[in-house]
């Protein structure tokens, strides 16, 4: 399968990034020897939530590369039509750009980097949550 993620507008990139990202996340967690459902639901949510995402964006902005930050900029910037109502709105846009640079990275194969990004993201997540 190729995907052109050039092609991809920001919302797009973001939903692959999204189901990327939570099952790395999923693994993570599983490998961490958490099997209780509750629980893995529970600490799952501090990594795949918006609230999680723009802690790691606010953490790990300055890391980005210009190309990465030119495709954070089209997720967060992306003319999304629906936001939940109990987000705030910069976190969601936050989390779109994160989820869509995660697909980025994804889709055009940059295995190393985006193994980076992702330890940053969980390293970020547990300092926050000591």
């Known amino acids: ?10 919302a797009n990139l ?13 693994e993570y967690l599983l490998g961490k020897g958490i099997t209780n459902q509750n629980a893995l639901h529970k600490e799952a949510v501090k990594y795949v939530s918006a609230s999680g ?7 790990i902005l300055d ?3 210009p190309e990465e930050l030119v495709v954070y900029k089209r997720g967060r910037n992306h003319n999304y039509l629906a936001v939940r109502k109990n ?10 750009g994160f989820e869509a640079l995660i697909g980025y990275l994804y889709l055009t194969e ?14 970020t997540i547990e300092d926050n949550n000591e």
């Open 110 to 123: 940059q295995k190393a980097r985006l193994e980076e990004i992702m330890k940053l993201a969980i390293r």
């Open 14 to 26: 973001a939903f692959i990034g999204d189901a990327y990202y939570e099952l790395y996340i999923r």
């Open 63 to 65: 890391v980005f590369t």
């Open 1 to 10: 399968m190729s995907i052109k993620a050039d092609l991809l507008n920001g």
């Open 53 to 59: 995402h723009n802690k790691i964006i606010e953490k």
């Open 87 to 96: 987000l705030k709105m910069s976190e969601y846009l936050n989390s779109s």
